[in-house]
T-cell receptor
């Protein structure tokens, strides 16, 4: 089992560019999450999904969109990147709630 | 308003001694609490959890204590080992999602 994988691992964008981060899990988990982590801060929830075809807003959803077309994939999109979105992004999945979350290795995004 | 707080950004202990990491929460609707460990350049990994119906849970060297009246939980690591050096996140789970603290960086000196 690969667990939770994230693509890409690193990315540098210019302000205004768009991109999509891909998260994939092979554990048949229902719940999936996108977090961002900034220096000295914890993990802040951007969006989450409680099943295929569903999405919901977390604490810091502005500037991001998500889609869960397949159970195993959860995509995070930035339509017009801003320097404030420079961060490390983590995807996670869990079987249900409450439950242990399994995290991917992270994507380090820099917006210039 | 931060609902989960880890007031100590860092903690340094000697190898073989006890490490105690603390976490406070404000939302009484939280009913499940977890600790995650994170090494640099990796994602967090689950360490130990506790349900609100318990006040203690042990797993090897790791013990989590929950004091619901004080809205406080702590993670005890005994004995501490250099490989335990990492960032530790406390998380509290309510309806639909978890809320994380800012983390405590533990350094265990040989």
């Amino acid at each position: 089992n690969a667990g939770v994988t994230q693509t890409p691992k690193f990315r540098v964008l210019k302000t205004g560019q768009s991109m999509t981060l891909l998260c994939a899990q092979d554990m048949n988990h229902e719940y999936m999450y996108w977090y961002r982590q900034d220096p000295g801060m914890g993990l802040r929830l951007i969006h989450y999904s409680v099943g295929e075809g569903t999405t919901a807003k977390g604490e810091v959803p502005d500037g991001y969109n998500v889609s869960r077309l397949k159970k195993q994939n959860f995509l995070l999109g930035l339509e017009s990147a801003a320097p404030s979105q420079t961060s490390v992004y983590f995807c996670a999945s869990s079987y249900g709630r409450p439950d242990t979350q399994y995290f991917g290795p992270g994507t380090r995004l820099t917006v210039l | 308003d931060q609902q989960v707080k880890q007031n100590s950004p860092s903690l340094s202990v000697q190898e073989g001694r006890i490490s105690i990491l603390n976490c406070d929460y404000t939302n009484s609707m939280f009913d499940y609490f977890l600790w995650y460990k994170k090494y640099p350049a990796e994602g967090p990994t689950f360490l130990i959890s506790i349900s609100s119906i318990k006040d203690k849970n042990e797993d090897g060297r790791f013990t989590v204590f929950l004091n619901k009246s004080a809205k406080h939980l702590s993670l005890h690591i005994v004995p501490s080992q250099p490989g335990d050096s990492a960032v530790y996140f406390c998380a509290a789970s309510g309806i639909g999602k978890s809320t994380f603290g800012d983390g405590t960086t533990l350094t265990v000196k040989p």
